[in-house]
């Protein structure tokens, strides 16, 4: 029997109090209205612990659980602390226009578009704001600056003043997106200040010296020769992956994630195992001490942190990857087993958010198989004869994405069977190629010729990595859908590799089983029927309203899996791909890898924008658009006036319509088109029918074509508003003919418009008519047999 109540089972005892202690964050973080008095949590802990402390000098067998509770409501308690906001934290000022007084704390980000703008991103600790009158504030905010030239930038602790509005971080609120505002809050940084193209004034020029300015410096020196030597976009390729940042063509980035090799890229944990297995190796090879090795590695791990900026991630990924380095050097597996559950502890009792880090998340799993399961699946496969060297690349690969599979599939979803080749292939010419720049970047300060011929030889090598990757993207299901686990699939999933590597466990299960084999019968004739159950179910028709910011996209998903796609989102004068970043991911998370319909509104970006991201990345089977002049579609899908599917796109007129199942789709149009003023004069007007219920999608409909609907069948058991809520849409006498039991709008926070108006509001709050906004509550499902139906929202 398993025995943890006297420290007979110290690692199972530290990796349940971790498990404990997150279940404590991730309750608050989903339900943080439950506890908001302090006092009584606090004065809860300080009882347990008590309690504990003495159970434990009583020795009584249950006292572990105890413990198990204390850890629980730290863990609750960590994340309220953690994410409280002071009366001058500047998150306060959300939306009001300040002038901002700072310290600017971080080298600034810096993207010329294709006008020639530059685009500077400062961090900037705030401390004070003025108004009406001036008060002292704290917290960090992103400052967003454009310019002509970079006369006059920020340097690190200059004190600055500014001008602008302050704006809450904004994220896309749909599910398997990594989350802004969590990610920046780790940081201290709360919220946006935009000034446009508005002087940034300077108070004080700091004469300090600055660690992160000198390294800045210093990079941006080995970057420009870099330029001297190579092609830029093989500078910037070879420079993300020695110090960070994202400088890198669209189709590489693609390639390398679908071949699941993506975090070599950046900065990761996987860096710092190679660099420090490079630098051990070296020092075994030079019969340097292994003390003095173990030292000289830990120094230069530190000034290579430094050097890539020392940022929390990338402190974070020194930290794992010299714990796998430990790990794979350690003789006593269970010392590296003990060593990565404590790090983990604290790390999280430190930032309770890292638990939905992706980047921690990614590390912990990674570097956990690597402790546990790697030593088992390298002595499975010592047994088939094959190269060391090969042996435990396939052992690593193997045992990193074992661990890390539930992580990868509800970001990604998707598999790449094609990263087993990848890592054997292209990793190890990549990690010759990072090796090979560090090794340039510490000999350009003393032998410049040697350091152009190793940029050639860099060079060349990415050239064929490149290749590499693009050709493993092609083979056949080099990358497969796996729709994502749940929360409990994934305790599941973690609870059979547990039982599996952890053999007490199994022999006292198996105990358990035979003890009691009738109620084991009885709960796996359950499960199948259960389960049967679940799959022979009719599944409902699936209405989801993507929250793509100021904009409109709706997926219907019927009970047969078939779909349709109203509008994509998009942004005007925006370099921003909402196709590629917003509506696939969306896509790809509810398992859509075609469409059997793409329906546009009508041209206009924030409808259209993302369609040739789609168009490009899945089948569409038919492409339906308004009764428009074409090129202002083939501008908008970027796509020529002769493409094939341009050609047969299908112009929705009066009564146009088509069937889906059981599901009628209407097109309800004034084919008149007297008197069009605008692009939202000719919007689609769809009607949904699935038996007892509708849904009326409207486009930018303005109220001078509503009144052509009014002797219409459009009333409907739910609307999307037309124009996010604009005023000139949306009339009292519109509303009253559809008559919605709910009505949901479509519209981005600090949208420029003022949407959605007041009036409009008004006119459906004097209806029985529920509102919905996907800037409140982020994305929107509807299910419905056609009779009923209920609604979730992403924001709860």
């Known amino acids: 029997m398993i025995k943890i109540h006297y420290g007979q089972s110290p690692l199972l005892f530290i990796n349940f109090i971790i498990l404990f202690y997150s279940l404590g964050v991730y309750m608050m973080m989903k339900t943080p209205e439950i506890s908001k008095s302090y006092t009584h949590l606090f004065c809860l802990i300080i009882v347990n612990l008590i309690l504990a402390f003495y159970f434990t000098l009583r020795k009584y067998k249950l006292t572990f659980l105890l413990y198990l509770i204390l850890f629980f409501l730290l863990g609750v308690m960590r994340y309220l602390s953690f994410t409280f906001i002071a009366d001058d934290n500047i998150k306060n000022y959300d939306n009001q226009e300040v002038t901002l007084t700072g310290i600017i704390c971080q080298m600034p980000k810096i993207r010329q578009d294709s006008a020639g703008i530059y685009h500077l991103t400062y961090v900037v600790d705030t401390k004070s704001i003025k108004q009406k009158e001036e008060k002292t504030t704290t917290g960090k905010v992103y400052l967003y600056q454009k310019q002509k030239n970079l006369d006059n930038l920020a340097k690190i602790n200059d004190t600055i003043s500014a001008t602008g509005t302050i704006r809450l971080i904004q994220n896309y609120h749909n599910p398997n997106l990594i989350d802004r505002e969590l990610s920046a809050q780790e940081e201290g940084i709360y919220a946006t200040f935009s000034i446009g193209k508005q002087n940034l004034k300077i108070l004080n020029t700091s004469d300090k010296f600055s660690l992160q300015e000198f390294c800045y410096q210093i990079e941006q020196s080995f970057l420009q020769s870099m330029y001297q030597t190579m092609p830029e976009n093989d500078a910037n390729m070879i420079f993300a992956m020695l110090f960070g940042g994202y400088n890198i063509e669209k189709d590489i980035l693609e390639a390398y994630s679908i071949t699941g090799i993506i975090h070599i890229l950046s900065v990761s944990g996987s860096h710092i195992s190679l660099i420090s297995l490079f630098l051990l190796s070296l020092g075994k090879f030079l019969h340097l001490p292994r003390f003095f090795n173990l030292i000289l590695l830990l120094i230069l791990i530190i000034f290579y942190t430094i050097l890539c900026g020392a940022s929390v991630p990338v402190m974070r990924a020194s930290i794992m990857g010299l714990l796998s380095i430990i790990a794979l050097y350690l003789e006593e597996k269970s010392t590296a087993q003990h060593l990565l559950s404590i790090i983990a502890l604290i790390l999280l009792l430190f930032d309770p958010l890292l638990l939905f880090n992706i980047s921690f998340q990614l ?57 087993l080749l990848a890592n054997l292939i292209i990793i190890p010419l990549l990690e010759i190629l990072i090796i090979l720049g560090l090794i340039a970047f510490i000999l350009g300060f003393i032998f410049p010729f040697i350091t152009k011929i190793l940029f050639i030889f860099a060079s060349l090598i990415l050239s064929i990595s490149n290749e590499a990757t693009f050709l493993l993207t092609k083979i056949p299901f080099a990358s497969i859908y796996v729709p994502p686990l749940d929360f409990p699939a994934i305790l599941i999933y973690y609870s059979l590799i547990f039982i599996t590597l952890n053999i007490k466990i199994r022999k006292y299960l198996y105990l358990l089983l035979q003890k009691y084999k009738f109620i084991t019968y009885i709960c796996s004739i359950s499960l199948i029927i259960f389960s049967c159950y679940f799959m022979i179910k009719p599944s409902p028709l699936q209405i989801h309203f993507i929250d793509v910011g100021q904009g409109d996209a709706c997926l219907i998903i019927t009970p047969h899996q078939h779909s349709i796609l109203i509008d994509t989102g998009g942004s005007i004068n925006s370099d921003f791909d909402i196709g590629s970043y917003v509506d696939l991911p969306y896509l790809r998370h509810y398992g859509i890898n075609k469409l059997d319909y793409l329906i546009l509104s009508h041209a206009d970006a924030d409808h259209s924008g993302g369609a040739n991201s789609i168009l490009q990345k899945i089948p569409v089977n038919h492409l339906i658009i308004a009764d428009e002049d074409k090129d202002l579609y083939a501008k908008i899908l970027k796509l020529p006036l002769n493409n094939p599917l341009l050609a047969k796109a299908i112009v929705a007129k009066e009564n146009t319509a088509f069937n889906l199942e059981d599901i009628h789709f209407q097109f309800l149009q004034n084919d008149e088109k007297e008197n069009l003023k605008s692009s ?117």
């Open 363 to 419: 590390s912990f799993a990674s570097t956990a198989g690597l402790v546990y399961l790697m030593p088992i699946l390298r002595s499975k496969l010592n047994k088939l004869k094959l190269p060391s060297l090969l042996i435990d690349n396939l052992a690593l690969t193997m045992s990193a994405q074992i661990f890390a599979f539930p992580i990868i599939i509800w970001y990604f979803t998707s598999l790449s069977l094609s990263s």
């Open 680 to 796: 939202n004069d000719s919007s689609n007007v769809l009607k949904l029918t699935y038996h007892n219920f509708s849904v009326l999608f409207t486009g930018d409909l303005p109220q001078t074509q509503e009144k052509y609907l009014l002797n219409k069948n459009i009333a409907s058991t739910i609307l999307k508003v037309a124009h996010h809520g604009s005023k000139t849409s949306s009339s009292q006498e519109f509303l009253e003919h559809v008559r919605p039991q709910l009505a949901i709008i479509s519209v981005g926070k600090y949208n420029s418009f003022g949407h959605p108006s007041k009036e409009v509001l008004d006119r459906l709050n004097n209806l029985p008519t529920k509102i919905l906004r996907t800037d409140e509550k982020g994305a929107i499902i509807i299910y419905t047999d056609g009779y009923n139906f209920s609604f979730k929202t992403f924001l709860n």
